[in-house]
């Protein structure tokens, strides 16, 4: 267990590191960080951030502080448990056992990232289980929820996950894309889309939407194989 110590400090003085080998999450959510700072004009009082007591680095709370550089400015000073590790992974299993245990819940996605993040810094199989409050079967799971690019196992989203045991490669442009990508699969999304247009659903006087359907189906007519097409007789 991390030392720790409570003392108000400057916002502006901690550091966020999103990076792969501390962040837990995919991206910080803009969405989650408006209903924390509702929350702090309302009143209400958030529970301290935690960070490295050397580094300043936020170990959880970066929504937190956006909600507070929002609301008061990045003068304001905060209440911040200020935490002495031992080592850098000591550091990330912190950051996915108190990301894990409450605030926005993790996705399947971002499960994945704290299980590689943790498998990187050289803990076991059933250390990861108990960071992330889970069983050594689930561990194993997300493990393989990947895609390789260049050369490194990364967290797949459905739409590229193969769901076998042989990751697919990406580029790291393709990689990229995917990073958008909702958390439907490819073959959802479609029939989701056909659903919409056989019920009129979609409003095809948006010259914007037609534009990008019409693009649609130029790209499948370049990029997918001929198929035989049966015809009523």
Excluded: F
């Excluded at 289980?129 to 493990?143: C, Y």
């Amino acid at each position: 267990m991390a030392d720790v110590r409570t003392k108000k400090i400057p916002i502006s003085s901690l550091v966020e590191d999103l990076s792969d080998s501390l962040y837990p999450r995919s991206d910080v959510d803009g969405s989650h960080v408006n209903l924390l700072a509702r929350a702090l004009q309302s009143g209400a009082t958030l529970p301290p951030i935690v960070a490295d007591a050397k580094s300043k680095r936020i170990v959880d709370g970066v929504h937190r502080r956006r909600a507070y550089l929002r609301v008061y400015g990045s003068q304001a000073e905060v209440d911040v448990e200020l935490r002495s590790y031992k080592s850098a992974a000591d550091m990330a299993r912190d950051a996915v056992a108190l990301n894990t245990r409450h605030g926005k819940p993790l996705d399947a996605t971002e499960a994945t990232r704290c299980a590689l993040m943790l498998q990187r810094h050289g803990l076991l199989k059933e250390q990861i289980a108990v960071a992330m409050s889970t069983t050594q079967d689930r561990v194993q799971q997300l493990l393989v929820r990947v895609v390789i690019v260049n050369g490194q196992p990364q967290p797949a989203k459905p739409v590229v996950w193969s769901g076998g045991d042989k990751p697919r490669k990406l580029t790291q442009d393709q990689y990229q894309v995917t990073q958008s990508a909702s958390g439907w699969r490819s073959g959802q999304t479609v029939t989701q889309l056909t659903n919409e247009l056989r019920a009129g659903v979609l409003d095809l006087k948006n010259e914007r939407l037609v534009e990008a359907l019409w693009m649609l189906h130029d790209i499948i007519a370049e990029k997918a194989p001929p198929m035989k097409r049966e015809v009523a007789a």
